[in-house]
């Protein structure tokens, strides 16, 4: 499958003993949602932004892979994967008290400082490489905050559970130097099935793999292996590489159909990569 701004490789012609496919997705493809702060009980945005060390205009800035809120001309989903937005949140903003149910959702955080608190009495800060994540089952309701005055970068997906139903629950993996090395060139894998028996520090209810690695400048990544009847959804966080001979700039994603081994060469500033892996559907961006 090809379309205008998804460039496609098939690994068939390129090596004879693969045949999945890659398929770049340019940031330029995806929805930027810029929403007025008022809708989620913030107060203005400031006059003078630069002031207050805004790096944006705005006090929200997302850039949607999927259909999602005011946005609905794209792809719903890619397999189970649901949701991903790739959100950048300016100092003392944020998404007030807001409910959840029947999704797996987790956030992995950038740059700066995520508060979540929710209605089970939960409440933690997170920072760089710290991963967030729920199981809003019959129902949950939280916030998530930026209360620095620093901005705030954060990855959240959303993954469709096995099953609806199920009982709420909030945990979290901290960002801490052992993460840290634990993802320098090389792949760490955070998110597993709760029912494997990968000792993962995350957990969800369903067949889905999470990968992580962030590369030095100019180094090549040991083989991720996408297999047959698996696919991917790789997101390029920071830096630069490139995969399958394509490019890849950061805010730039790809749809990776097994069998396929994931490589990435990283760019003179390095990479920082996350990686969804699960079963293979014939979902994909198309003309999307």
């Not at 949701?83 to 807001?98: A, P, Y």
């Not at 997170?126 to 809003?136: D, H, P, S």
């Not at 997101?235 to 990435?264: N, T, W, Y």
Request: charged fraction near 20%.
């Amino acid at each position: 499958y090809s379309s205008p701004g998804c460039h496609t490789v098939s690994t068939a012609r390129n090596a004879p003993v693969m045949s999945g496919t890659v398929a770049v997705i340019p940031e330029s493809r995806l929805f930027v949602s810029e929403p007025d702060p008022r809708w989620f009980g913030n107060a203005k945005n400031p006059s003078d932004t630069k002031s207050q060390g805004w790096t944006n205009e705005n006090w929200l800035k997302s850039r949607f892979h999927f259909n999602f809120a005011e946005y609905s001309e794209g792809p719903g989903a890619f397999g189970v994967l649901r949701v991903m937005n790739d959100d950048l949140v300016q100092g003392e903003r944020g998404f007030g008290e807001h409910p959840h149910r029947d999704m797996e959702i987790m956030t992995f955080i950038v740059d700066g400082f995520l508060t979540h608190k929710d209605s089970h009495g939960n409440e933690e800060t997170l920072g760089r490489g710290g991963v967030q994540f729920m199981t809003a089952g019959t129902g949950i309701y939280h916030s998530e905050h930026n209360l620095a005055k620093e901005p705030l970068r954060f990855i959240q997906c959303w993954v469709v559970p096995r099953s609806r139903g199920l009982k709420p629950h909030y945990g979290s993996a901290v960002g801490n130097p052992d993460a840290a090395a634990a993802r320098r060139d090389q792949w760490a894998h955070l998110v597993s099935d709760e029912l494997g028996s990968m000792p993962t520090p995350v957990k969800i209810n369903q067949d889905c793999n999470v990968f992580v690695t962030e590369l030095s400048p100019n180094v090549a990544s040991k083989a991720l292996s996408i297999g047959k009847d698996r696919q991917a959804y790789l997101l390029c966080i920071e830096g630069s590489g490139k995969i399958a001979g394509q490019d890849m700039q950061r805010h730039d994603s790809a749809e990776i159909k097994g069998p396929f081994e994931v490589e990435l060469l990283s760019g003179t500033t390095g990479a920082y990569v996350l990686v969804f892996e699960m079963a293979l559907t014939r979902d994909s961006r198309r003309g999307r």
